[in-house]
């Protein structure tokens, strides 16, 4: 999700709720302490360079449980941070600690946004030997032809 399509949702909600991939809701009492640009600049296993960038929000929970923040407040926090930061309309990327900080995507189920789970992965397949994937093929599935042919013909 990026920059602009969080506002479009926020804009249409009385309260936020952040889901994360096992279902459960980050507690309501969360802060946003901080939205942030993080750009990450590497070379992939092929010796490629490349350059990332995604905005950056970490969710945080505390003993603060009559805090809660409205979708006018985070809209406001989002536009301050466009704006000192220079953010462009981004891919955002959220930090939230359960056993260890971990990083999610985010998505919207036209309620909750939902912290989705992120994978690694080889950006450069083709440079550094790792075979194509082949396409699998479940043997039902396969069609079969049936032969109109007479055995006694010699097309079989």
Known sequence: MKLSEIKK?????????????????VPRHFHVTEIGKVTKKFIDCGGTLRNEQVANFQLWNADDYDHRLNPEKLIHIIELSEKVLEL????IEVEYQGETIGKFGL??????FV?????????????????EEKSKSNLTELQTTKTTCNPKSGCC
């Open 115 to 131: 912290l989705t789970n992120k994978q690694t992965d080889c950006l450069a397949k083709d440079n550094c030997g790792i075979p």
């Open 88 to 91: 462009e309309d981004l891919d």
């Open 107 to 112: 998505d919207f189920d036209g309620t909750n």
């Open 9 to 25: 949702h926020l804009i249409h909600l009385e309260k936020i709720a952040f889901k994360l991939p096992n279902g459960e809701l």
